[in-house]
């Protein structure tokens, strides 16, 4: 899809990015939210009492470096429709460039969390120069709006899950999963004609709500 608009019509380009990058940041930021309370239990479970505390505390870093790796995903691809994959090379060798050094600077001090958190910056080091190049390609993207109402929402359900964790996680982990696409609706994140692009592979009764809305 993008790549035919890329061809056919840039404006309509801008606006399938900008809905993905919305729908990608409404998934990955509470994921990253849920997972950092989860940790513990999860590792636990799925590797035993031998990879605690290290691997919960891998997993709660290295989580937070999905929001940004998504955007970045969706960024790749849309800078390949518009024909710059030569570019991007070099925005990868940029990444990769970084990793590396400061994987080598911070290991021998600071051990796995070093490397949790090299790969948290080395994915926002990426999105520098992606970002460079789509805004060169589709025009002026307005990056606060597409991002802020997933980061409100899933502060809010954190609040919830700080809260409510000591006590009860699951009924934390519960509510929190209420709370989050609350807020996220009350704060509407998407436009009317964001919610007609995505209407097509909405379940239908969301689309008779949206009709009737």
Known sequence: VMSRQASEDRSALKRTYTLGIKLLTAISVPVAVAFTFMAEGLVLFLGGAE????????????IWSIP?????????YALV???????????????VSFNIITNLI?????????????TIFSEAVLLIPFGVLIQHELGTLDWLDMIWRPVVASAAMGAVLLLGWPIAPVLALIVGAVVYPVVLLLLRPLSDSELTMLEPVLPGRVQRVLAIR
Do not use: H, K
Request: proline share 4%; charged share 5%.
């Open 51 to 62: 990879f605690m505390p290290a691997g919960a505390i891998a997993l709660q870093i290295m």
């Open 68 to 76: 940004i790796g998504w955007m970045n995903s969706l960024t790749q």
């Open 81 to 95: 429709a518009v024909d710059r994959q030569r570019t991007i090379t070099w925005a990868f060798f940029l990444g």
């Open 106 to 118: 911070f290991i021998p001090q600071f051990g796995y969390q070093a490397a949790a958190v090299t």
